[in-house]
């Protein structure tokens, strides 16, 4: 399956608008990352509005945007300001999906072997995967991630051949959609 990206500008709506020193550190970072960068860090004190600074950072340069947050809960909160802001994109939460995890290991002094063991959250799952339609079908992407992502979906190619496209109004032919269902092992 082919996936076509829809193409939707990136918009900041508010009642403000950039000040103090928002918009020279928008014009640095947009000059930074038009200028070929692909890395650029926001530093800034709690408060002084790095979340609306990034999101007008986004509208001006127009590309899908990766937001990384050094834990879940910050994650969150920001991905809630940046939809806040850009109510129009489509801004997504991709953290990892355990809960818990305990790596296996061994303890030499007690001869001990301790078996992986984990917890997988079933809503961050489903937004998880909703990040990857969204990168596969669109353009107009904020992602907001910590570290801990890096606990993969796979490849996209292989989303792609497990993906079915349905559309509001279209006719589809119900068998053949169930036989696509459980060649997916779709449950």
């Keep these: 399956m082919q996936a076509t990206r829809s193409v939707r500008p990136f918009e900041v709506i508010s009642e403000y608008s950039p000040s103090g020193d928002q918009p020279q550190a928008i014009a640095e970072l ?64 991709f953290v990892s999906y355990y809960d818990y995890y305990q790596p296996e290991a061994y303890v030499p002094q007690t001869d001990t072997f301790i078996e992986k063991d984990s917890s997988i959250n079933a809503e961050v799952e489903r937004l998880r995967h909703s990040t990857t339609n969204s990168l596969l ?29 349905l559309q509001v109004g279209e006719r589809y032919d119900r068998d053949a959609l169930i036989r696509k269902f459980i060649s997916m092992q779709y449950n």
């Design 30 to 93: 947009a000059g930074r990352i038009n200028a070929g960068e692909t890395d650029v860090v926001l530093l800034g004190a709690t408060g002084t509005g790095k979340s609306a600074t990034t999101a007008w950072l986004v509208e001006q340069v127009q590309r899908p945007t990766l937001v990384l947050a050094h834990n879940k809960t910050l994650a969150a909160q920001l991905a809630n300001e940046f939809r806040e802001l850009m109510p129009n994109n489509a801004v997504e939460y």
């Design 137 to 165: 079908s669109r353009r107009d992407v904020v992602v907001v991630s910590t570290v801990s992502c890096i606990y993969g979906l796979g490849a996209p190619e292989e989303y792609l051949r497990a993906m079915v496209a």
